[in-house]
């Protein structure tokens, strides 16, 4: 492999290796200053954390976090990168959201023990039909607006959204990161890098970047799983377009919208046949088509 493909700064283990550093914190408090609009000071004496969220029990599903924080005021943060769309996203976040609220207390603890737990969800897709990049989310009351709780708190971070309407409405900072996190070209880079006006820990955090090729075993991590990425987004639009040639075909053959809504759905098991015909993983499957488990196993 050639150790001259551009990485991009939203892989996952270069995006950990940048903001996930013991030794240099500056660039992770810029980010979480600027997505939740906070001083930078308050985030001086933050925690990184072991990202692995333990079952309570062996019939519980395990899981693992990019980035988890923990604040002088035992605030948690999460921070979640992801470049492809996936089934129940929405609801993947909120179960995060709930097991490290939940994992806070022990048998003897009070419910006066949890505290305020934040996920922040930084996607290159768009989720919400809205032209605003940064959403917040928290617990209010539907005709009245009135806060629940602060325990709760959800953002997301739209950077297919990175546009002129937007670099107007955010703060610098925060643009300045996402444009950062936007990079995919090496030309780009370097004109992003040699701006005179960039903000002190987003420049440490492209010195940190830069030192990623002179890590051959990080460098080559990354690079394998840039390629993974690159090839699931094809094999995603390879799919998506089979699918609704397939339903097309059959819905023409059918007639009207009964016919288009039988077809698409052959459509999408066939496309789910070939995957699993290929050998593709099933989880993979279920994320292109939306079929459950159960109906992939039996195709």
């Known amino acids: 492999m050639r150790k001259d ?13 940048i903001f996930g550093n013991e030794k240099e914190k500056g660039p ?5 200053s600027s997505i939740m609009e906070l001083p ?20 519980q599903k395990s899981s693992r976090l990019d980035l988890r924080i923990r604040l002088k005021d035992k605030t948690e943060i999460d921070v979640e990168i992801q470049v492809i769309n996936q089934v129940a996203y929405k609801e993947r976040i909120l179960y995060y959201w709930s097991k490290m609220y939940s994992g806070q207390l022990k048998k003897s603890d009070t419910y006066d023990k949890l505290k305020k737990c934040v996920v922040i969800n930084i996607v290159y897709f768009e989720i919400f039909k ?23 708190e959800i953002h997301f971070l739209e950077l297919s959204k990175l546009n002129e309407y937007n670099r107007t409405i955010e703060n610098e900072v925060l643009i300045d990161w996402a444009e950062f996190l936007s990079l995919r070209k090496e030309e780009d880079f370097m004109e992003f890098k040699d701006r005179p006006d960039l903000p002190e820990y987003l420049l440490k955090a492209i010195e940190k970047y830069e030192t ?4 051959p075993e990080l460098y080559y991590e990354a690079l394998n799983l840039q390629m993974g990425i690159m090839d699931q987004i094809q094999r995603l639009d390879d799919a998506t377009k089979l699918g609704l040639e397939l339903g097309m075909e059959k819905g023409m053959e059918k007639g009207m919208e009964k016919g288009m809504e039988m077809g698409i759905k052959e459509g999408v098991h066939q496309v789910a046949k070939k995957m699993k015909e290929q050998g593709l993983d099933a989880q993979l499957i279920q994320t292109v088509t939306g079929l459950d488990l159960e109906t992939i196993a039996e195709l």
Do not use: G
Not at 145 to 151: A, G, K, R, V
């Open 28 to 32: 992770l408090m810029s980010l979480l």
């Open 212 to 215: 990623i090729k002179d890590d």
């Open 5 to 17: 493909v551009f990485i991009a700064p939203h892989i996952d283990v270069v995006f950990k290796s």
């Open 130 to 152: 809205t032209p605003r990049m940064h959403t917040k989310f928290q617990l209010l009351a539907t005709k009245e607006y009135n806060l629940l709780t602060d325990h709760l």
């Open 40 to 59: 930078l000071e308050s985030f001086e004496d933050l925690e990184l954390l072991n990202t692995e969220l333990i079952p309570e029990n062996v019939d």
